[in-house]
């Protein structure tokens, strides 16, 4: 959890992660799935929930859209 200006707070989660489980699989902001491998700064800012999902093998398809 980070505490951000003007009283608002990120709460990061990295559902499955433990050992070997290290890939990412999919990825939400504020409970919105996102196909991008990053995160707008300016979605950081507004504070709120990250979530990662975590699995054992790297994902053939999250992340490789090229979405911005």
Wanted: net charge positive.
């Amino acid at each position: 959890t980070f505490e951000l200006p003007n009283n608002k707070r990120l709460v990061i989660t990295a559902t499955g992660a433990g050992q070997g489980h290290r890939y990412v699989q999919a990825l939400s902001v504020n409970g919105k799935p996102q196909q991008a491998p990053w995160i707008k700064l300016a979605d950081i800012l507004q504070g709120g929930e990250v979530t990662f999902l975590v699995g054992a093998t790297p994902s053939a398809t999250w992340g490789t859209s090229g979405d911005k």
